[in-house]
């Protein structure tokens, strides 16, 4: 029998042998600690790359520069992963809510449009999170 126990920052694992797991993430380097929460699996990280590719890339760039062809009519511009400064401007968890609730989410442009299929599939949200912290060169929390 398999019992699992959530409480804020804690997850108790209990089976017959009455082992306990804590799995409380530490803060990432944004201050963020429910982001690094979700376990990234290599599925998600495909997911992620195939999502990435068809819907990200139309405005953000295959190479996330913010120079996607979508890009061209959009004001403001999409950022530039690739910059360290825009980097430093964002949360972990700011980067998963916009990806699935949109720019207007966190008081980013409302041209981003939300994922609200991904709602329901954290480890492909933490794996386009970690995309994007990797397109700018940071590494990530896990």
């Given at each position: 029998m398999l019992l699992v126990v959530l409480t804020p920052g804690l997850i108790v694992v209990g089976c017959s042998s009455h082992k306990q797991t804590d799995t409380s993430a530490s803060p990432n380097k944004s201050g963020s600690?429910?982001?690094?929460?979700v376990m990234i699996t290599p599925e998600a990280r495909q997911r992620a790359k195939e999502i990435f590719s068809f819907r990200c890339a139309a405005c953000h760039g295959l190479q996330?520069?913010?120079?996607?062809?979508?890009?061209?009519?959009?004001?403001?511009?999409?950022?530039n992963f690739n910059d360290s400064s825009w980097q430093q401007t964002i949360t972990d968890d700011e980067i998963e809510k916009v990806i699935v609730y949109g720019g207007a989410a966190v008081g980013k442009s409302p041209a981003m449009p939300a994922n609200t299929d991904l709602q329901n599939d954290p480890a492909v949200v933490a794996a386009l999170?970690?995309?994007?912290?990797?397109?700018?060169g940071r590494s990530t929390a896990k």
């Amino acid at each position: 029998m398999l019992l699992v126990v959530l409480t804020p920052g804690l997850i108790v694992v209990g089976c017959s042998s009455h082992k306990q797991t804590d799995t409380s993430a530490s803060p990432n380097k944004s201050g963020s600690s429910s982001a690094s929460a979700v376990m990234i699996t290599p599925e998600a990280r495909q997911r992620a790359k195939e999502i990435f590719s068809f819907r990200c890339a139309a405005c953000h760039g295959l190479q996330g520069r913010g120079d996607g062809p979508g890009a061209a009519r959009l004001s403001p511009k999409p950022p530039n992963f690739n910059d360290s400064s825009w980097q430093q401007t964002i949360t972990d968890d700011e980067i998963e809510k916009v990806i699935v609730y949109g720019g207007a989410a966190v008081g980013k442009s409302p041209a981003m449009p939300a994922n609200t299929d991904l709602q329901n599939d954290p480890a492909v949200v933490a794996a386009l999170r970690e995309m994007i912290r990797q397109l700018g060169g940071r590494s990530t929390a896990k």
